[in-house]
Every structure is written in C-alpha cells, then in structure tokens.
C-alpha cells in the first residue's frame, strides 16, 4: 500500500497558477490525477482532508470540494461518510488487440491473479442477436455464462460469454478459465473478430464494478471461431474505463513506393 504524503510536507502552492487559462479547481484535479496515475497515492490510499488539501495547495475549500467531485465523477475516487475519500484504482493493464487470449491468460502473463464472481450461468435458448453472431437455428439452446472479472480482486470488467451446448453442455462445468476447460474437451479457439466501443455504465454495471453510474467504459462484442471457421463463443463485455488500455500494431499493406521526379 502507498504511503500518502504526511501534513509535514511543504506546500505543493506551485503546482497551480492563476496565470493559466484553467479554473483552479481543474488545475487541482489534474495534479491529483497526475498523482494518482503515478502511484504517489495507491489503490484504496485515504486522501488528505479537504481543510489539509486547501492549506497544501493555498486554495479555498470550494476549489478543493469542486476537484475532488471531478474525480470522484471519473470514478478515481471513492467516497466512504464517515470514513473520507479513497483511491479507487485497480491494476492498469495493457492488452494488445493482435493475440486471442482468455482473460485469465491476460491477467497471469502480467504476474496479476486473475479471478471471477459468477453473477449467472445456466442454459438457455439463444436471443436473436447471439443466434445470429453464433450461426445457429432459432430457439437452440446455449450456455450462459456471465462473470465479473477481477484482477488481485479488483473488479476489472463483466463478461457475459454465450456458447452453443455442443461445446460447453453445461456451464458450471467451468470453475476457472473457460478456454482452459474447452481445450480439455478439444474445442481450441482459433481466431475471434472484435468490436469496441465507448460507453457509459448503467447503473447495475457501475455498482458491480465499483464506480459511479455513467462512467467511461470499453464495450467488447466478441466472436470467437474455430480454425474451421465454426462460431463457438459470443461475448459481451464491459470493461473499466480507467483501467484497460488496448493497443494495435498497424503496417502498411503493401510497402510505401519511392516517389520519382
């Protein structure tokens, strides 16, 4: 757990100006951003009241109460009544969209421990939409499987993977990682086609992960097929805003021509 600075510390009155064209209030919350993403102030670290903030960066306590809303609205901060106002910063994990890797997977090649709350599993007929992406005939059945998945128990994403009963006849067969026990059984996924985009949690994703309701989120739908072509998952994930970056090598297709005159 990190340290947080003591009130013995001088003053931090030049981290702000009012010579920028920036309220001070967003000037505080940017530096206590800063602080944050750098590990000055660790997941779950108590922040200095707001009286000791105010005295630390000469500003008013409004201008402190107005800085600490912004981050509390990113979700950066958690605020317990009674208690004062915490870190709420999990694992930052960079995943790189070019490999097809189970969550699990993910999370153990970074040395964190991958885990899983099961909010519902059970076998069910597929919708319309999962149907479509999976290839199937109307009213078959699938397993449903859907997870909150944490990282050194720290709430990262919600998963929901669907998948037709040929591969998986029942779900509670899966007590860690889902392709670890479709490889078992000699299902081995082979490539997936993903989409993302930018959300807003609703109210029961936001509560599950532990951030305030409308913040910023990664919306995953993914398809994932066998080296045949076969569809044999179809997931649907929402994934932490401030904790996942997804990176992608991009080449040229063909090899940039030398330009003559």
Same mark, same amino acid.
């Given at each position: 757990?990190?340290?947080?600075?003591?009130?013995?510390?001088?003053? /931090?009155?030049?981290?702000?100006?009012?010579?920028?064209?920036?309220?001070?209030?967003?000037?505080?919350?940017?530096?206590?951003?800063?602080?944050?993403?750098?590990?000055?102030?660790?997941?779950?670290?108590?922040?200095?009241?707001?009286? @000791?903030?105010?005295?630390?960066?000469?500003?008013?306590?409004?201008?402190?109460?107005?800085?600490?809303?912004?981050?509390?609205? /990113?979700?950066?901060?958690? +605020?317990?009544?009674?208690?004062?106002?915490?870190?709420?910063?999990?694992?930052?994990?960079?995943?790189?969209?070019?490999?097809?890797?189970?969550?699990? @997977?993910?999370?153990?090649?970074?040395?964190?421990?991958?885990?899983?709350?099961?909010?519902?599993?059970?076998?069910?007929?597929?919708?319309?939409?999962?149907?479509?992406?999976?290839?199937?005939?109307?009213?078959? +059945?699938?397993?449903?499987?859907?997870?909150?998945?944490?990282?050194?128990?720290?709430?990262?994403?919600?998963?929901?993977?669907?998948?037709?009963?040929?591969?998986?006849?029942?779900?509670? @067969?899966?007590?860690?990682?889902?392709?670890?026990?479709?490889?078992?059984?000699?299902?081995?996924?082979?490539?997936?086609?993903?989409?993302?985009?930018?959300? +807003?949690?609703? &109210?029961?994703?936001?509560? +599950?992960?532990? &951030?305030?309701?409308?913040?910023?989120?990664?919306?995953?739908?993914?398809?994932?097929?066998?080296?045949?072509?076969?569809?044999?998952?179809? &997931?649907?994930?929402?994934?932490?805003?401030?904790?996942?970056?997804?990176? &992608?090598?991009?080449?040229?297709?063909?090899?940039?021509? @030398?330009?003559?005159?």
């Amino acid at each position: 757990m990190t340290t947080p600075p003591s009130a013995s510390e001088p003053t /931090e009155r030049d981290a702000l100006s009012s010579d920028l064209h920036l309220p001070l209030y967003l000037q505080l919350a940017r530096h206590l951003r800063g602080q944050i993403n750098s590990g000055r102030y660790g997941h779950r670290d108590a922040l200095p009241g707001e009286r @000791e903030l105010a005295e630390r960066f000469g500003v008013s306590r409004v201008t402190v109460r107005k800085a600490l809303k912004e981050l509390l609205d /990113e979700g950066l901060l958690q +605020q317990r009544q009674g208690a004062g106002t915490f870190v709420n910063r999990g694992p930052i994990v960079e995943q790189r969209l070019s490999t097809l890797t189970g969550f699990s @997977e993910d999370m153990g090649s970074r040395g964190l421990a991958a885990g899983s709350l099961w909010l519902h599993r059970a076998v069910a007929l597929a919708t319309p939409e999962e149907a479509l992406a999976l290839g199937l005939s109307p009213g078959t +059945q699938v397993s449903r499987l859907q997870r909150l998945r944490t990282a050194n128990g720290i709430a990262m994403a919600v998963e929901l993977a669907v998948l037709p009963t040929r591969f998986l006849a029942d779900p509670h @067969e899966v007590q860690g990682s889902l392709y670890d026990t479709l490889r078992r059984k000699g299902v081995i996924p082979f490539r997936a086609l993903q989409r993302l985009s930018a959300i +807003q949690l609703t &109210v029961e994703h936001a509560e +599950q992960l532990g &951030v305030p309701e409308g913040a910023a989120a990664l919306y995953i739908e993914r398809r994932t097929l066998l080296e045949d072509g076969t569809p044999m998952e179809f &997931v649907r994930s929402q994934y932490r805003g401030d904790s996942y970056d997804f990176i &992608v090598e991009l080449n040229l297709a063909t090899p940039a021509r @030398e330009v003559t005159r």
